[in-house]
C-alpha cells in the first residue's frame, strides 16, 4: 500500500509559480513510478507529467511542456512538480499517483493522493 499527500498548491497570479510536493509513505517509495493529474470543474482528470522509478524518464503532456517539470527525490520519498509561466487554464485541483509502470492513462494508476487546488487568476 501506498499513502500519498500533495501539497503547494494556491493563487498565483498568471505569469506566476507554483511548486506542488508529494510525499509517499508505505511500500517501497522507489518501486513506483509517478504521476501529476489535473481536473477541472466539469471536465475530466487529464495527465500532467510521470517520472519513472529512477527519475531518469520523464513525460509531460503538450499544454504544459516547457513550462513545468517533475522531478522525484528517493531519499525523502517526494516527487516535485515544478509550474512556471502559470496560465488560467492551468486552474485545476492537481493530484499525485502511483504505478508501477510509468504510463500518460488514468487507468493505469493504482494510487492517489486527495488533490491540491491550484488557481490561476488572469
Known amino acids: 500500500q501506498v499513502q500519498l499527500v500533495e501539497s503547494g498548491g494556491g493563487l498565483v497570479q498568471a505569469g506566476g509559480s507554483l511548486t506542488l510536493s508529494c510525499a509517499a509513505s508505505?511500500?517501497?517509495?522507489?518501486?513506483?513510478?509517478r504521476g501529476w493529474f489535473r481536473q477541472a470543474p466539469g471536465k475530466e482528470r487529464e495527465f500532467v507529467a510521470a517520472v519513472n522509478r529512477s527519475g531518469g524518464s520523464t513525460s509531460y503532456s503538450d499544454s504544459v511542456k516547457g513550462r513545468f517539470t517533475i522531478s522525484r527525490d528517493n531519499s525523502k520519498n517526494t516527487v516535485y512538480l515544478q509550474m512556471n509561466s502559470l496560465k488560467p487554464e492551468d486552474t485545476a485541483v492537481y493530484y499525485c499517483?502511483?504505478?508501477?509502470?510509468?504510463?500518460?492513462?488514468?487507468?493505469?494508476?493504482?494510487?492517489w493522493g486527495q488533490g491540491t487546488q491550484v488557481t490561476v487568476s488572469s
Open positions: 508505505g511500500r517501497a517509495f522507489s518501486s513506483h513510478s
Open positions: 499517483a502511483a504505478t508501477q509502470f510509468m504510463s500518460v492513462r488514468v487507468a493505469a494508476y493504482d494510487y
